[in-house]
């Protein structure tokens, strides 16, 4: 089965350090979506990606966050530097077709703890 | 603005069938999904509802009024397994991002 595959899956740092999150989506398909999920926000988009161009990241706080895609096979989402308050579940999923795309395979996350 | 409504919890016991409903508000509406999600995994993919009507996935079904901004889940024969979180999630035409709810939780006792 084609998977989102993201790295690293677990980490824990110190606040003011710099934290970079990766993902591989799958062959193929044309959007990319970071999504940070707490229990008090639920899924939150952060920044979203088609054919590789940045569409949208108005859910991202730009002082801290960046989100990129150097290639078809990377997207990155680096936090510098990072707080407490950043701690949660960071998905990456992708997708194929048009505008809209609704049908969005995730990644199994990368859980970052912030001290 | 734009927002998505759903329950945030649902209880229902094993056998049974349950409806979590979903209301949005948008502009730029391009179809509804629905998400599940275990405890501890990633959100997977359930139903699409582009056009008005009743879409049906074994014991899943989806439904959506474009007219009334509403859509629903519909589970039936409901397994212990089913317990989870059930995201519903809009597509924008506008933009093409999709924006989840907040997620309903539902546990299915025996």
């Known amino acids: 089965d084609a998977r989102v595959t993201q790295t690293p899956r677990h980490k824990v740092t110190e606040m003011g350090q710099e934290v970079t999150m990766r993902c591989q989506p799958i062959?193929?398909?044309?959007?990319v979506f970071w999504y940070r999920q707490t229990m008090m926000q639920g899924l939150e988009l952060l920044a979203y990606?088609?054919?590789?161009?940045?569409?949208?990241d108005s859910g991202m706080p730009k002082d801290r966050f960046s989100a990129e895609m150097p290639d078809a096979t990377l997207a990155t989402l680096k936090i510098q530097p990072s707080e407490p308050r950043d701690s949660a579940v960071y998905f990456c999923?992708?997708?194929?077709?048009?505008?809209?795309?609704?049908?969005?395979?995730f990644g199994a996350g990368s859980r970052l703890t912030v001290l | 603005g734009q927002s998505l409504e759903q329950p945030s919890e649902v209880t229902a016991v094993e056998g049974a069938i349950v409806q979590i409903n979903c209301t949005y508000q948008?502009?730029?509406?391009?179809?509804l999904s629905w998400y599940q999600q275990h405890d501890g995994g990633a959100p997977t993919f359930l139903s699409y509802?582009?056009?008005?009507g009743l879409e049906e996935t074994g014991r899943f079904s989806s439904f959506l009024s474009r007219s009334d901004s509403y859509g629903y889940l519909l589970l039936q024969e409901l397994q212990m397994k089913d317990s989870a979180s059930y995201f519903c999630?809009?597509?924008?035409?506008?933009?093409?991002?999709?924006?989840f709810g907040q997620g309903t939780t539902l546990q299915v006792k025996p």
């Open positions: 062959l193929g398909h044309n959007t």
């Open positions: 948008t502009s730029g509406f391009y179809g």
């Open positions: 990606f088609r054919n590789r161009a940045p569409l949208d």
């Open positions: 999630a809009y597509g924008s035409s506008n933009t093409g991002k999709l924006i």
């Open positions: 509802n582009g056009l008005d």
């Open positions: 999923a992708s997708g194929s077709g048009g505008s809209g795309a609704n049908v969005l395979t």
